[in-house]
Structures are given as C-alpha cells and as structure tokens.
C-alpha cells in the first residue's frame, strides 16, 4: 500500500523512467543502456519503498501518547515550552531517515487547537538546534484533560512538509495527517506530568510505539 501523499511524486518517477528506458533502448553502447537501465530501476524501488503505508494499530491502552512518526529517538530532555503548552514540558524527538516509512499519525485523541507554519532553514534533521531554526509546523492537541504538541520539522533534505489538518477538527489516534519528504524529523512535546517511556536510540513506528504513559 503506499501513500496518497506520494500519488505525484510517484507518477512523476514513472513517466521519467519510462523515458529514460525508451532511450536506453536507441543507444549502441549495450554497457550504458544497461548502467540507465540499472538507476532507474534503484530509482523505482526508492521511491515506492519511500511512498510505503502499511497498517498500523495502534494499542488498546488508556492515557498513552504514541509515535506520530517511524524512526530513531533522538533526543529526551525536560524543556520550557512557550507556546501552546506554556510551562515545564518534556520533548522526544525522532530522527527519520529516507528508509523509514514518512507517513505521520496522531499521537493522541482530541481536538486539533493549534496550527502554527514556520518557514525556516534547512540545517540536518538531527541537529539540535534544527526543531527551532528549521522550516516547520507545530501541531497542538486538546484531549480536555492535558494537551500535546508536536512538530513536523524539515531536514536537510526533505523540503516538503505535507499536513491536512484544521483547526477545530476532532482526531482520533494512530490515523494519518500527513508526512514529510526525503528524511525529516518529528518533535513530541507534552506537560511535565506525562512519563517517557523510550530512551535514546530506541526505534519507534508511527501509530504503535508507546512514546508516554500519563503519571497519574
């Protein structure tokens, strides 16, 4: 299954390749036709491999913020947060590489409050600095009882910042909202009452992984 967000791109690599194939077939040289024939065939496989959207289902277990995104964690600090959430807060960030699934799902049920794009740099998803200086768009969520912030975050790469939603709209976690292109990074914000239950170097899927538990 792969991703209506990838329906273009997809379509644009297959009229690309279907040209380079037809002209690969009127060379004379049967080492270069072969070579072009070989890219494009790399080039298919990345780029379907990219556009992949298995199923995902999301645990049957109350008070949890999961996964907005595949990837590595990067980072899990105790932070101040000035917007959406005002107060002490608690981050983990997610690094996804171009090998990781880019589809990105609602971590938490609720309702969408806030909706805020930045445009912005282009430094590596990975570096620290990148969830304030890069391109990006901060997402918060209201459950009636706590609220969560998270944040599509640009890299060096991905330019392409892909999010359908409005302010006002219900959500319901582990659906789909978006995704960003080519390699990205995803920050997860909440109060400080919610627990990390990941560290650092733990690899996360969207929709299932566990990302907090809400210390009651």
């Known amino acids: 299954m792969f991703t209506k967000y990838g329906y273009s791109t997809i ?7 279907l040209f380079l194939i037809l002209f690969s077939f009127y060379l004379s040289n049967v080492l270069i036709s072969i070579l072009i024939l070989v890219v494009v ?3 298919i496989i990345f ?16 008070n949890v913020i999961l996964s907005p995104a595949d990837g590595k964690v990067l980072i899990v600090k105790d932070i101040v947060c000035d917007r959406f959430l ?15 699934v880019h589809v990105n799902r609602i971590p938490i049920s609720g309702k969408v409050e806030y909706l805020n794009y930045i445009k912005g740099k282009f430094l590596k998803a990975y570096v620290d600095k990148a969830d304030s200086e890069n391109e990006r768009m901060e997402i918060g969520i209201s459950t009636g009882s ?3 912030l998270f944040t599509q975050v640009a890299g060096y ?7 359908e939603l409005k302010e006002g709209q219900p959500v319901n976690i582990g659906d789909r909202f978006g995704m960003i292109k080519f390699g990205s990074r995803v920050d997860v914000i909440v109060p400080a009452g ?7 170097g733990t690899n996360v899927k969207a929709g299932e992984s566990i ?6």
């Open 211 to 216: 990302l907090f538990e809400f210390d009651k």
């Open 41 to 43: 065939l790399l080039i």
């Open 11 to 17: 379509g644009f690599v297959a009229i690309i390749s």
């Open 194 to 200: 919610w627990n990390a239950v990941v560290s650092e």
């Open 47 to 62: 780029t379907l491999n990219f556009f992949r959207d298995p199923e995902r289902t999301p645990p049957k277990k109350d």
């Open 146 to 148: 706590s609220k969560v």
């Open 86 to 100: 005002s107060g002490n807060a608690k981050q983990i960030s997610i690094f996804m590489s171009p090998l990781n």
């Open 157 to 163: 790469v991905a330019r392409r910042i892909v999010c």
